[in-house]
């Protein structure tokens, strides 16, 4: 009961927060206004503006990387609300430029150059900035644009859209024509501009002063890579099972290169940390080639997909890679003597796909572990379960203590709204069912 109702406080806390900093520039607008009532069009109009200048400025609070929000929302689930936030954004501004020329047509003129060419061509820029940025978010691996680049374009284009959709605001002045009321808007701009700042530039100072260095790499499957670092002349961090760190390879942390991956090393080992990844053709695929004595740089722990130490059992979905926080779990477990029921229901493609599977073995022999391997093309002989993890196997291995058990689902996107989806048919409270998607960036 306790964690229902902490689940739902945080859900009620962050929802209504985000919502009362979206309408807060509304109420900037009416206070003391006393211009002519244009008509409800006109008026929703410049409302939708509003609302989608203020959810675009959010945008980067949401990207900044706040341990507090991150750790009670999750960083997956963050940035996925970040990506809709962005889509419902874009709407908004859009919607407010076709329903202000729908309601009066004389609106064109803002975008007629013979009238005032540099207010034309800002707000052509931002249009276009806008239908760029979502375009290239939605269909990035489509144009084979890399994720750096991507990163650094995006970032780029949201710091021009909010800085010219400013500068818009204070020049119509219509509904800001006061000093006090034109202040507040600079300052919530400024404030959100300052978190890129943050993130681009403050942060990877901080992460200057902490390096790391590779000791080793290694293989543990057919497309699987281990890549173990550790601290230089500091104590290292402290991350929780299952959590991620942004990982920097290279000379600087102020570069382009970052990505998140999950520890997949036991808490208790302090000295060393681990990150397993897997070859996507990318970036990934050069970690086999890192070599020792390369300096790196960690910025976490972050992440909300951890044990519940009060759970008295937890029963894992995992498929692939997302193996790579579990095995972080399990061996943390193992380190810690921990005896509770455990349930891993694991898909892979073949055999050879399966990651730590010698370890996973051993880990069964050494906890209270059930192990449960799904192949899509098991080996002539193969006696256990073929093809795709399914809402059946699950049922078939359903623990006993079901409303005392956490519930931990990591894979591909497909696998995971399967396993979602039946955990909650099951009656399972959605706040005892934890997700981790790698498809944040």
């Known amino acids: 009961m306790n964690n229902r109702r902490a689940f739902l406080k945080e859900v009620f806390l962050w929802t209504g927060l985000f919502i009362a900093m979206v309408v807060f520039p509304l109420f900037v607008a009416l206070a003391g206004h006393n211009e002519e009532y244009r008509g409800f069009w006109i008026e929703f109009g410049v409302g939708l503006g509003f609302i989608g200048i203020a959810m ?38 859009l919607g407010h430029v076709v329903v202000l020329i729908a309601a009066n047509t004389e609106f064109l003129s803002f975008f007629d150059p013979r009238v005032n060419a540099p207010r034309a061509m800002a707000l052509v820029t931002v249009i276009l900035l806008l239908t760029l ?13 890399t994720y750096e680049r991507w990163r650094l374009s995006h970032a780029a284009f949201a710091f ?9 605001i204070l020049m119509v002045g219509f509904y800001i024509s006061e000093l006090w009321q034109q202040l507040i808007w600079i300052f919530l701009v400024g404030f959100a501009m300052a978190m890129l700042v943050h993130i681009r530039i403050i942060k990877p100072y901080q992460m200057s002063k902490r390096p790391y260095r590779v000791t080793n790499t290694w293989k543990v499957s057919n497309n699987v890579w281990t890549l173990e670092v550790e601290p230089v002349g500091h104590e ?26 999950s520890f997949s090393s036991s808490t208790e080992n302090t000295d060393r940390y681990r990150f397993s ?40 979905v995992v498929g692939g890679i997302g193996i790579t926080p579990v095995i972080s779990m399990l061996r943390t477990l193992r380190d810690r003597g921990d005896q509770r029921p455990l349930t891993l229901i694991y898909g892979n493609p073949d055999p050879e796909s399966i990651a730590f599977k010698e370890e996973l073995d051993q880990l069964e022999k050494e906890l209270n572990l059930d192990i449960v391997h799904v192949l899509e093309n098991p080996p002539e002989g193969w006696t256990g379960f073929e093809g795709f993890i399914t809402e ?18 990591c894979g591909p996107e497909p696998m995971m709204d399967m396993a979602e989806t039946a955990l909650r048919g099951w009656g399972i409270p959605v706040y005892k069912i934890k997700s981790e998607r790698f498809n944040i960036v």
């Not at 021009?160 to 818009?168: N, P, S, T």
């Not at 290292?236 to 991956?261: D, M, N, R, V």
């Not at 059946?392 to 689902?409: C, F, K, R, S, W």
């Open 56 to 93: 675009m400025g959010l945008q980067f609070v949401l990207t900044a990387r706040f341990k507090n929000i991150a750790a009670s929302i999750g960083t997956d689930a963050l940035l996925n609300f970040h990506r809709q936030a962005g889509y419902v954004a874009y709407c908004f501004v």
């Open 133 to 145: 940025l979502v375009a290239l978010t939605i269909w990035r691996k489509e144009l084979r644009i």
């Open 160 to 168: 021009l859209i909010l800085f010219i959709g400013l500068a818009h």
């Open 236 to 261: 290292g961090i402290k991350f929780e099972p299952g959590q991620f760190a942004w990982l920097t390879i290279g000379p600087t942390p102020f570069s382009t290169q970052q990505h998140p991956f």
């Open 277 to 316: 990844i897997k070859e996507l053709g990318d970036f990934t695929s050069t970690i086999k080639t890192v070599e020792r004595g390369t300096r790196v740089f960690l910025e976490g722990a972050y992440g909300a997909f951890t044990l519940n130490p009060s759970a008295a059992g937890v029963f894992f």
């Open 392 to 409: 059946e196997i699950l049922t078939a291995h359903m623990p006993e203590n079901t409303g005392q058990t956490d519930y931990l689902v």
